[in-house]
């Protein structure tokens, strides 16, 4: 049997109508409650107000102590005699009034006024009114007395003219009210309230259900588990395509990227990385494109590094003002990875040999030297050897104290003797020492910058090869500047030369990284790099605040 599933539409209603029903409930219960408790403290406080009127009434004041003359009168002759009344008095006061009785009582608590005029002159029923006879208080109670159990409100009456000391007190006034009246008009009010409660749930259910049905249809009748399939179905199409795929909003900032996209604009960082970032950060020759785009010309050709591609914009119509672009990357590779990776070892194992080839004719010449019992040649030789090589190791041990930065300054002289280009590192130079991941960094800028210059001077045979290198950090930046003897930058490169594959090596297995590389490393300590072309020579230069190096 196929599992029970709720739909989106279903389960959203059923968890917000039991939202709202359970919202309800708890209004409607705080409403009865609030509203029985302000009706009750509303019928104590005009039953206490309208007992202190009658209380002190002239004519309640009279008919009481006459009341009481007639009590001690009647007590000493033991005779009966007709009992004082206020019966229609109190009865038409009674009748502007929603009071379901009002009492007077004299001070033995004989009744002078009742609803029903056969009680009168009889005891009041209920010891709650002893208090106020006897002490003067003004209370609320609920009892029960002769029309049934009701809230009973008391106010003390005190001979005229007196001090109003419990000695005074000759009487009292009671105002009730049925607790059955009571009950029907709190009906009334629940009543009105329950109404009021009802329309404001279908009101609610109403735009619940609207709600819902909106949201149905932007998830295109798709239910949740659905959208998520498809997600996963489509990145994993996504990601299996050659081409790269890039969608762009309008403001030009990366929405969606595949693997391969993600691969040629910036192999380093992730996708989670890329996703939000603006197209110029990684190619600024994209997101020209995108403007020229503008002219409804939606076909192009376009070189990341020494690459081209077939660039195809699709623009992706929204409701909203304006639209972004889809951008396909067709790509012709001249070579598969495997190719590029052969090229890659060829060339090490080719500098390896060069290498190797040089040590063999540098010891051939002292073999020769001493077997011929030249002693003295063959140490001139090495003296020479060593004094190349001391005469940069003192630069060195005097300006740069960074041991990596040394060593790797080092290896390039080598380098740079090897390929017979004049290396020179300026006698002004001075580098401190730092932590490992700076020294990584700064190796990197120079590595990187060192190795361009090498190529650039070897490729101007107008001029012998040479190349200059300054660092110095005495100030509140770190200053690198290299100098060649090249003969400058292509201009049909000048513009993007820092982007991920340009490069001016046409032949190099490998190319367009260094300067890359350089430039992230410059953005990355909100540093500057700029190059200019001088007389005959080209220089780079770079600058790094100190206050943006980690500590």
């Known amino acids: 049997?196929?599992?029970?599933?709720?739909?989106?539409?279903?389960?959203?209603?059923?968890?917000?109508?039991l939202t709202i029903t359970l919202v309800m409930?708890?209004?409607?219960?705080?409403?009865?409650?609030?509203?029985k408790q302000t009706y009750l403290d509303g019928v104590s406080q005009r039953g206490i107000e309208l007992a202190q009127v009658l209380a002190n009434d002239r004519q309640v004041i009279n008919a009481i102590t006459a009341s009481n003359a007639l009590s001690g009168k009647t007590s000493d002759s033991s005779k009966?005699?007709?009992?004082?009344?206020?019966?229609?008095?109190?009865?038409?006061?009674?009748?502007?009034?929603?009071?379901?009785?009002?009492?007077?009582?004299?001070?033995?608590?004989?009744?002078?006024?009742?609803?029903?005029?056969?009680?009168?002159?009889?005891q009041f029923i209920g010891a709650d009114i002893?208090?106020?006879?006897?002490?003067?208080?003004?209370?609320?109670?609920?009892?029960?007395?002769?029309?049934?159990?009701?809230?009973r409100n008391f106010a003390p009456v005190y001979a005229a003219d007196s001090a109003r000391l419990p000695a005074d007190i000759i009487g009292a006034v009671s105002i009730g009210y049925l607790e059955q009246s009571v009950a029907e008009l709190l009906f009334n009010y629940y009543l009105e309230a329950v109404i009021w409660l009802g329309l404001v749930y279908l009101l609610a259910v109403m735009l619940t259900l609207l709600l819902l049905s909106k949201l149905k249809r932007t998830f295109l009748q798709y239910e949740p588990e659905d959208i998520v399939q498809r997600f996963k179905e489509y990145s994993l199409l996504l990601n299996s395509i050659r081409e790269g795929i890039i969608a762009i909003d309008r403001e030009h900032r990366i929405t969606a990227i595949n693997d391969a996209a993600g691969y040629w604009l910036a192999p380093e960082q992730s996708h989670p990385q890329l996703i939000g970032k603006p197209l110029q950060e990684l190619s600024q020759g994209l997101s020209l494109l995108l403007v020229a785009s503008l002219s409804n010309q939606h076909k192009h050709a376009i070189s990341l590094g020494d690459q081209s591609f077939a660039v195809t914009l699709y623009p992706l119509k929204r409701q909203a003002a304006g639209s972004g672009f889809l951008i396909v990357l067709n790509h012709q590779q001249d070579m598969s990875e495997l190719e590029h990776k052969l090229a890659t070892t060829t060339a090490y194992a080719r500098q390896l040999r060069t290498r190797t080839h040089e040590h063999i004719n540098k010891l051939n010449v002292l073999s020769g030297l001493l077997q011929a019992d030249n002693t003295t040649a063959a140490i001139e030789y090495l003296q020479r050897e060593s004094d190349q090589h001391q005469h940069l190791l003192g630069a060195l041990v005097k300006s740069i104290e960074n041991s990596p930065v040394a060593?790797?300054?080092?290896?390039?002289?080598?380098?740079?003797?090897?390929?017979?280009?004049?290396?020179?590192?300026?006698?002004?130079?001075?580098?401190?020492?730092?932590?490992?991941?700076i020294n990584d960094d700064l190796i990197t800028?120079?590595?990187?910058?060192?190795?361009n210059a090498f190529d650039a001077a070897l490729n101007n045979?107008?001029?012998k090869p040479h190349i200059g290198v300054f660092i110095s950090d005495r100030t509140n930046f770190i200053m690198i500047t290299v100098e060649d003897s090249g003969s400058g930058v292509d201009e049909k490169?000048?513009?993007?030369?820092?982007?991920?594959?340009?490069?001016?090596?046409?032949?190099a297995a490998e190319h367009g990284v260094g300067l890359y590389l350089v430039s992230r490393v410059v953005h990355s300590y909100n540093g500057s790099i700029d190059w200019e072309r001088g007389d005959n020579t080209t220089v780079f230069s770079v600058y790094l605040d100190k206050h943006e190096l980690p500590l």
């Open 461 to 463: 045979p107008a001029c």
């Open 25 to 35: 409930l708890i209004s409607g219960g705080l409403l009865v409650v609030v509203t």
């Open 80 to 122: 009966t005699s007709k009992p004082v009344s206020l019966q229609d008095y109190i009865e038409a006061i009674r009748a502007t009034t929603n009071a379901s009785y009002i009492v007077v009582t004299n001070r033995q608590g004989i009744r002078l006024s009742h609803p029903m005029p056969e009680r009168i002159g009889r």
């Open 407 to 437: 060593a790797m300054l080092l290896a390039k002289y080598n380098t740079a003797q090897e390929q017979q280009i004049g290396f020179v590192l300026d006698e002004d130079s001075q580098l401190g020492h730092y932590s490992q991941s």
């Open 445 to 451: 800028l120079l590595g990187n910058l060192i190795d």
């Open 130 to 151: 002893w208090p106020t006879l006897q002490q003067g208080l003004t209370r609320t109670t609920e009892a029960t007395g002769s029309l049934g159990s009701a809230i």
């Open 1 to 17: 049997m196929a599992a029970n599933t709720m739909t989106l539409k279903s389960y959203l209603t059923a968890i917000i109508l």
């Open 493 to 507: 490169i000048a513009n993007r030369i820092y982007d991920l594959g340009v490069s001016a090596k046409s032949a």
